[in-house]
């Protein structure tokens, strides 16, 4: 599944020789930039190192033109970044789109990245959705170490019924990797209690909502009679509301119009008296809270 170790020593060997012919040549990159600029040796060096390892050479030049950030790193550093991506399978193309939004990738330890790319491996999202999740979010690849990738996948699945779920869910609402877990598990708790097909929860991106903006959304609907809570015959009220794509995913306007029947105005005036509201609710459990430690 996984490319040879005989391949990276082939591919630091392949970026050693080319730095090394640069700098005695002092030759030109072949690729012909728009920037019209002087370019750095180690410019040179890095494309044509790309070129050898079947990066394309407008693809570079394109890379460069949009993010010359990356060329900031040593020819070094792009060798090491790589030749790890590439024994875990990634692309030309995955790798492209991976230095060019996350950059800083280049500059990260490289025992750093082997570690997270063996955690988020032993999620058992699949390869080939694992490949596609770290390569739309890059920044997943560089994840705190403290974060623990495994023990929050695995409650996750419990809700979303499957890692494989999770890991489009994830793809969907990469924040749920970061939030701050009793924030993530109440909101997983309520969806949980209105919805008993976790796919909708997943393909909807609802998890990357605040909670109190679901819940403001969904109570407006309650009050307005157009939602009904679920109760032991679920799927003969859930049929009859409001599919949660349309509730979280449609613009103010749009959802008060078309969605509760009503005006903006109305939605903005129920927002400031539910805010207060929840605001009530958080000030009396911290007092009884407080109250309990007395």
Request: positive net charge; charged residues 25%.
């Amino acid at each position: 599944m996984f490319r040879s170790r005989q391949f990276h020593c082939q591919l630091l060997l392949f970026i050693n020789k080319k730095i090394k012919f640069e700098a005695s040549k002092c030759l030109t990159t072949q690729v012909v930039l728009t920037h019209k600029i002087d370019k750095p040796p180690n410019i040179t060096a890095i494309i044509d190192a790309a070129d050898i390892c079947g990066f394309p050479p407008e693809k570079m030049n394109s890379l460069y033109q949009s993010n010359p950030e990356a060329f900031i790193s040593s020819p070094k550093q792009w060798s090491g970044l790589l030749s790890v991506l590439f024994s875990y399978g990634f692309s030309v193309n995955n790798i492209l789109n991976i230095i060019s939004q996350c950059p800083e990738l280049l500059r990260a330890k490289e025992d750093n990245i082997l570690h997270n790319l063996e955690r988020w491996r032993n999620c058992q999202f699949g390869e080939k959705l694992l490949i596609s999740l770290l390569s739309q979010n890059p920044q997943l690849i560089n994840i705190d170490r403290k974060i623990d990738i495994v023990k929050r996948v695995g409650i996750l699945s419990s809700y979303l019924e499957g890692k494989k779920r999770v890991g489009k869910g994830i793809a969907i609402a990469p924040s749920i990797v970061f939030e701050n877990w009793t924030t993530l598990f109440n909101k997983l708790e309520f969806l949980h209690s209105l919805y008993k097909d976790p796919s909708e929860i997943v393909a909807t991106g609802v998890l990357k909502f605040d909670l109190n903006f679901i819940k403001i959304r969904h109570e407006f609907l309650i009050r307005a009679g157009l939602y009904k809570m679920p109760k032991k015959d679920y799927r003969k009220c859930l049929d009859k509301n409001p599919n949660l794509n349309s509730i979280v995913n449609t613009p103010n306007k749009v959802f008060a119009n078309k969605i509760a029947g009503l005006t903006l105005l109305e939605y903005e005036v129920f927002k400031d008296i539910y805010d207060l509201e929840l605001s009530n609710v958080d000030e009396i459990s911290d007092s009884d809270f407080e109250s309990d430690s007395e």
